[in-house]
């Protein structure tokens, strides 16, 4: 069974940067999509952005220009890089496939001042 191990959430004011990462076990790697998605505080689960094995990459409308995805599949290892931080991207962000299937326990993101 493949599971997700998220770090990299903190306290950040507006403006502020932060890079997540994402470790995944099991042969998450072989193919297919990886992605980020977040939940805040009564919110449903959305998806940020997602990437190929081969590099295509999407992402959501609200983040695109300010966040970037990467992977590295010799380190089965998935990176989000956040910059321009706003008070709206407060989240519990989490890492899985696209579709998802089980779901690691996410790190938090707080912008504010």
């Known amino acids: 069974q493949v599971q997700f191990v998220e770090s990299g959430g903190g306290l950040v004011q507006p403006g502020g940067s932060l890079r997540l990462s994402c470790a995944a076990s099991?042969?998450?790697?072989?193919?297919?999509?990886m992605a980020w998605y977040r939940q805040g505080s009564g919110n449903q689960r959305e998806l940020v952005a997602r990437?190929?094995?081969?590099?295509?990459?999407n992402y959501a409308d609200p983040v695109r220009g300010r966040f970037t995805i990467s992977r590295d599949n010799a380190k089965r290892t998935v990176y989000l890089q956040m910059n321009s931080l706003k008070p709206e991207d407060t989240a519990v962000y989490y890492c899985?496939?696209?579709?998802?299937?089980?779901w690691g326990q996410g790190t938090q993101v707080t912008v504010s001042s």
């Open positions: 099991g042969s998450i790697f072989s193919d297919g999509y």
């Open positions: 899985n496939r696209f579709p998802p299937t089980s």
């Open positions: 990437i190929s094995t081969g590099g295509t990459i």
